[in-house]
């Protein structure tokens, strides 16, 4: 059984046309979707906990053009999503719907793949939704957005998803947080030249740090926090003349070894502190 919306919800675009924020949360029983996308000042849509909606297609956009002012799509606990249309047709010229993408959360949306490209937002947020990462890139299509940002947690990462994260080359952040299994960052990470900051969080079994770290010449901040098996840093560092602030916490190998014999490793770092 599927619970129908209200009829003036099918037609929002008419009823609502200023209406820029949308919640739905636990509606167990929908199995489709309202043209949300015909909304013309939408900026920000959130859905969570809807268990029978597995596709988002064409018919959510409306016109063309109706999604320029979507900035913030944030997805939670949508365990059946399977399939997001992100283009009017599967070719390759044209723009995407959501053009104008600035933050893409997606946590527990374990099915997910953007079809046939993901949005390229410009901060990606994922936490056990790995298929959001793009596998092809994002084609010809035209974009104003950038990704800049990017968060993966809690999740034992195939060598595939690592692949695909060498589609967000242009990344100046990158967050890993509480993933599981990962004893040193993979060779995939090498690819974003323009990192500026590395957070690593509650990454339990991560062990060592490689000595490639040091050609990431562009990293200016690196944050390492509750990674206990963690006890040196590579002495590539020293070549990361632009690295300026270095913050540990929760480390405990690591904070003895930096206060003895790896202790000539930060002299070049202006600002060191331990947590």
């Known amino acids: 059984m599927s619970i129908d919306f209200p009829r003036w919800m099918l037609d929002i675009s008419s009823n609502l046309p200023h209406l820029t924020t949308i919640f739905l949360v636990d509606l167990n029983q929908c199995n489709c979707l309202p043209p949300l996308g015909r909304l013309p000042n939408l900026r920000a849509l959130t859905l969570m906990g809807m268990p029978n909606i597995k596709n988002v297609g064409r018919e959510f956009y409306g016109d063309y053009r109706s999604c320029q002012k979507l900035r913030i799509i944030y997805l939670r606990s949508m365990d059946s999503l399977e399939e997001w249309w992100t283009t009017r047709s599967s070719a390759e010229e044209g723009e995407f719907l959501i053009p104008n993408l600035h933050l893409l959360v997606a946590l527990d949306c374990p099915k997910?793949?953007?079809?046939?490209?993901?949005?390229?937002?410009?901060?990606?947020?994922?936490?056990?939704?790995?298929?959001?990462?793009?596998?092809?890139?994002?084609?010809?299509?035209?974009?104003?957005?950038?990704?800049?940002?990017?968060?993966?947690?809690?999740?034992?990462i195939s060598s595939e998803v690592w692949r695909r994260?060498?589609?967000?080359?242009?990344?100046?952040?990158?967050?890993l947080c509480d993933v599981t299994e990962l004893r040193i960052l993979p060779d995939d990470i090498r690819c974003f030249k323009s990192l500026r900051t590395l957070e690593i969080d509650l990454c339990v079994d991560l062990e060592t740090l490689p000595e490639w770290l040091g050609d990431l010449t562009s990293l200016r901040e690196i944050r390492i926090s509750e990674c206990p098996k963690l006890s040196s840093l590579p002495e590539s560092i020293r070549g990361l003349t632009e690295l300026k602030k270095l913050r540990i916490s929760?480390?405990?190998?690591l904070y003895e070894n930096l206060q003895g014999e790896d202790k000539h490793k930060m002299a070049h770092i202006q600002e060191v502190t331990y947590v």
Not at 165 to 175: A, G, Y
């Open 112 to 156: 997910l793949k953007f079809i046939p490209y993901p949005p390229r937002s410009m901060v990606w947020s994922l936490d056990n939704s790995n298929h959001v990462l793009p596998e092809h890139g994002f084609g010809n299509l035209l974009s104003s957005s950038s990704p800049f940002y990017l968060t993966i947690g809690e999740a034992s």
């Open 165 to 175: 994260t060498q589609r967000l080359s242009s990344i100046e952040v990158l967050n």
């Open 250 to 253: 929760k480390c405990p190998e």
